[in-house]
């Protein structure tokens, strides 16, 4: 079954990173490139990055520049998704999702989706 | 960055009837970069439209997408029990790629 499993809810001090895994199962991990994006209380989808899970060329959305670090395992299938300095804007969940063109390229839109992992941010 | 509007913000409806999604963009979207997310409560999103108007795997016909330029519709021609959610646009023309704010089909 083709899926993607994500870690469970986190809660963090505001100042603090968080590291979220992607846990992918049938089909080739290499073969696809995978997104990050989130989605806070009441709010539209925001993309945040990806990352080619075949040569580990990652791009993010200047609006995390800086603070998010995507990775990868070959060995594991999984992806993560780091986001450091945290704060109460940042409470959302988090999704991962795999892009829809297979092998080399992206297509920048998402054809499967984690289940979300809720990140909250608070003292 | 591109902005996308979704209109209206909810629409009420019977199942059996037909149901029209807009979605705005504040400049004209690449090609036929927009895509239709489908998003039930406690659910990631599902994919329903990708190229404008193409159908993702498994999604049935009675769920089309039109548009160009700046205009984009989702129709639903006869809703089904299973329809009623919140349905998202999301360009992937330019980056970063953008998502509406989503509409709302509830049961009226």
């Known amino acids: 079954q083709v899926q993607l499993v994500q870690s469970g809810a986190e809660v963090k001090q505001p100042g603090a990173s968080v590291k979220v895994s992607c846990r992918t199962s049938?089909?080739?991990?290499?073969?696809?490139?995978l997104h990050w994006v989130r989605q806070a209380p009441g709010q539209r989808l925001e993309w945040m990055g990806w990352?080619?899970?075949?040569?580990?060329?990652?791009g993010y959305s200047q609006q995390f520049q800086g603070r998010v670090t995507i990775t990868r395992d070959t060995s594991a299938s999984t992806a993560y998704m780091e986001l450091g300095s945290l704060r109460s804007e940042d409470t959302a969940v988090y999704f991962c999702?795999?892009?829809?063109?297979?092998?080399?390229?992206?297509?920048?839109?998402?054809?499967?989706w984690g289940q979300g992992t809720l990140v909250t941010v608070s003292s | 960055e591109i902005v996308l509007t979704q209109s209206p913000g909810t629409l009420s409806l019977s199942p059996g009837e037909g149901a029209t999604l807009s979605c705005r963009a504040s400049?004209?979207?690449?090609?036929?970069?927009l895509a239709w997310y489908q998003q039930k409560p406690g659910q990631a999103p599902r994919l329903l439209i990708y190229?404008?108007?193409s159908r993702a795997t498994g999604i049935p016909d009675r769920f089309s997408g039109s548009g160009s330029g700046t205009d984009f519709t989702l129709t639903i021609s006869r809703l089904e029990p299973e329809d009623f959610a919140v349905y998202y646009c999301q360009q992937y023309g330019s980056s970063p790629w953008t998502f509406g704010q989503g509409t709302k089909v509830e049961i009226k």
């Open positions: 999702a795999r892009d829809a063109h297979y092998g080399s390229g992206v297509y920048n839109y998402f054809d499967l």
């Open positions: 049938g089909y080739t991990f290499t073969d696809y490139t």
């Open positions: 990352i080619n899970a075949g040569n580990a060329d990652t």
């Open positions: 190229g404008i108007s």
């Open positions: 400049q004209s979207v690449s090609s036929t970069y």
